[in-house]
């Protein structure tokens, strides 16, 4: 059964968790088709993405019963090879982490619950859009174990420590209102798909290699040094205005505000 579709219209890449009736908790396979799904995402021509998930759920987090694959096995031998993102990540941290590195900026349509692995998915985004009523948890700890799906990368990046250890020390259930005032989700809508909708079509309509410009920017403004960060805005913006194309949307841009 296919675990995640993958659709394209205007430019937008809708990828869209399709295990409804687990409420599109993760096993194995989802494991493998969202990883796909990036990768062939990764290679279109779409100008941004839109994550959601199909039913009651974005995600549920793990389905432990169907990790059956993990049963017996040495941990270190399944979880410490480095087999995706080029080195850095296992398959399960390639779930979200195959987001983060897109090159297209990724806005999560968020609904009923987003616990675990869901959350470190949606956390893999670069913005968070979700329903009322919403519950989001680092549900880890109920298991006994500790996130390691990127977890660690994604959320210090969004919120306070104090806020990261009360998540991680507790697994407990937080609702879209607290999500929002902790700063794991962007903002709050009735309808979290048709925003996340209009919103990626806002940002498809701008220049493609400004876009690109900008969330490779954003991501060394967001790990660098200050040196680092000023070099690298300045050699972003020369190559961009280089291209002839982009000199094309700069005085189109100076002809509306000369009108």
């Not at 680092?138 to 806020?163: F, Q």
Request: net charge negative.
């Amino acid at each position: 059964m296919a675990r995640v579709s993958v659709t394209y219209e205007n430019n937008i890449a809708f990828v869209t968790l399709t295990r409804a009736d687990k409420m599109n908790a993760v096993d194995d396979e989802m494991i493998a088709a969202i990883i796909a799904a990036g990768q062939e995402v990764a290679e279109s021509d779409a100008r941004a993405v839109v994550l959601s998930g199909e039913g009651r759920a974005f995600c549920a987090g793990i389905d432990i019963t169907g990790l059956s694959g993990m049963m017996g096995k040495d941990p270190n031998e399944a979880l410490m090879p480095r087999t995706h993102g080029h080195g850095s990540t296992n398959k399960w941290q390639e779930v979200a982490m195959i987001w983060h590195r897109m090159e297209v900026p990724v806005i999560a349509a968020v609904h009923g619950v987003c616990f675990g692995a869901g959350i470190q998915l949606a956390l893999g985004a670069d913005i968070r859009i979700a329903a009322p009523g919403t519950r989001f948890a680092v549900m880890e700890m109920k298991w006994g174990i500790v996130p390691d799906m990127g977890g660690m990368v994604l959320l210090p990046k969004l919120v306070r420590s104090d806020v990261l250890r009360r998540l991680t020390y507790t697994a407990e259930q937080v609702e879209t209102e607290q999500a929002l005032a902790w700063g794991l989700i962007t903002e709050v809508a009735d309808n979290p798909l048709e925003s996340a909708t209009k919103l990626a079509e806002t940002i498809a309509d701008k220049s493609p290699s400004a876009i690109r410009a900008a969330k490779r920017l954003i991501g060394i403004a967001e790990s660098k040094n200050e040196v680092d960060v000023l070099e690298a805005e300045s050699e972003i913006q020369a190559k961009l205005i280089g291209k002839p194309d982009q000199l094309a949307v700069i005085a189109k841009e100076m002809g509306k505000r000369t009108a």
